[in-house]
């Protein structure tokens, strides 16, 4: 099996910056694309921000310019770089990401989510 771990949520007033990490452990093959997605109270989940194995990032539009996405394939480690935060990004992040484990197959993992809430 696998786990991915997130940290670096917390409480940060408008135009502050936080920085997600999220962690993948376990009996690893390879971890393909990796991302975040967020969900506010009474919302949908939505994607925020994607990144392939090779680096190709993708990102909802309303944090483009702001979050940056980044991964250390040596730690099995994927970022969310959130600058210039404003309330509407309040929300629980999750990590998500493609992992194929050790004579298994490939499959969605999430984490537990971390709170961002950003005061205006």
């Known amino acids: 099996q696998a786990q991915l771990v997130e940290s670096g949520g917390g409480l940060v007033q408008a135009g502050g910056s936080l920085r997600l990490s999220c962690a993948a452990s376990g009996s690893l093959f390879r971890i393909n694309a990796m991302g975040w997605y967020r969900q506010a109270p009474g919302k949908q989940r939505e994607l925020v921000a994607t990144i392939t194995s090779g680096g190709n990032t993708d990102y909802a539009d309303s944090v483009k310019g702001r979050f940056t996405i980044s991964r250390d394939n040596g730690k099995n480690t994927v970022y969310l770089q959130m600058n210039t935060l404003k309330p509407e990004d309040t929300a629980v992040y999750y990590c998500?990401?493609?992992?194929?484990?050790?004579?298994?197959?490939?499959?969605?993992?999430w984490g537990q989510g971390t709170q961002v809430t950003v005061s205006s």
């Open positions: 998500n990401a493609d992992i194929r484990i050790l004579f298994g197959p490939t499959r969605p993992y």
